[in-house]
């Protein structure tokens, strides 16, 4: 059974940054893209980076251009979502995806989810 557990989220101030991370275990990862989402309670999830199978990165928001950057580590089966000069407009629950590819607008074939890391930028 494919499974993702992200960690990284905290509270941090405006200005800062954090990297959070994104495990998988039970599948195969080298084949899987890997998307980040974020949802603000109340709010509609939004799909913010994605990373392929081949390391090609898609962003899908523009705020977080220059400010975010997605990698993946193979050997550890992991991706990296480095949050930089955090805005507390960034606040949201954080999930991975593992999904066949990323899309020019959106995450295709979203086979396998986490649960979520709650990341709060303070002003």
């Known amino acids: 059974e494919g499974q993702l557990v992200e960690s990284g989220g905290e509270l941090v101030q405006a200005g800062g940054s954090l990297r959070l991370s994104c495990a998988a275990s039970g599948f195969n990862f080298d084949d899987y893209a890997i998307g980040w989402f974020r949802q603000v309670p109340g709010q509609e999830r939004e799909a913010v980076l994605c990373?392929?199978?081949?390391?090609?990165?898609?962003y899908y928001v523009e705020s977080v251009k220059g400010r975010f950057t997605i990698s993946r580590d193979n050997v550890q089966n992991t991706v990296y979502l480095q949050m930089g000069n955090l805005k507390p407009e960034d606040t949201a629950v954080y999930t991975c995806?593992?999904?066949?590819?990323?899309?020019?607008?959106?995450?295709?074939?979203?086979?396998?989810w986490g649960k979520g890391t709650l990341v709060a930028v303070s002003s």
């Open positions: 995806v593992g999904a066949e590819w990323c899309g020019s607008s959106q995450i295709y074939g979203m086979d396998y």
């Open positions: 990373i392929s199978d081949k390391a090609i990165s898609t």
